[in-house]
Nanobody, 123 residues
Framework: QVRPVESGGGSVQAGGSLRLSCVLS????????MAWFRQSPGKEREAVAA??????ISYPEAVEGRFTISRDIATNLDLQMNNLKPEDTAMYYC??????????????????WGRGTQVTGSS
């Protein structure tokens, strides 16, 4: 079993920045397909960034130019979030899969999920 563990969430004034981190533990392999998702009460879960096994990165339009996903080693994933807005407030989840056969921004592509870290952008 692979377990993602997130950290780095917090409350930040609108326009501020946060950096989230995710570390995979358990039965790991040299490469993963990984992504960050977010969800707030009453809303659908949505992807905010993904990085595939080969390093291909994808972002949805909502965060393009503000969020940056990066991976220093196969099991360590970061999300740099700049210019945070109130609508960015959500629980942020790290997701992983051994490989992505489906689109990397689709939640169904991932089997392993963390418990989440709360991000609040106040105005």
């Amino acid at each position: 079993q692979v377990r993602p563990v997130e950290s780095g969430g917090g409350s930040v004034q609108a326009g501020g920045s946060l950096r989230l981190s995710c570390v995979l533990s358990g039965y790991t392999v040299p490469s993963f397909c990984m992504a960050w998702f977010r969800q707030s009460p009453g809303k659908e879960r949505e992807a905010v960034a993904a990085i595939e096994n080969d390093g291909k990165i994808s972002y949805p339009e909502a965060v393009e130019g503000r969020f940056t996903i990066s991976r220093d080693i196969a099991t360590n994933l970061d999300l740099q979030m700049n210019n945070l807005k109130p609508e960015d407030t959500a629980m942020y989840y790290c997701a992983a899969e051994y490989s992505c056969f489906r689109g990397s921004l689709e939640g169904r592509a991932y089997a392993f999920w963390g418990r989440g870290t709360q991000v609040t952008g106040s105005s």
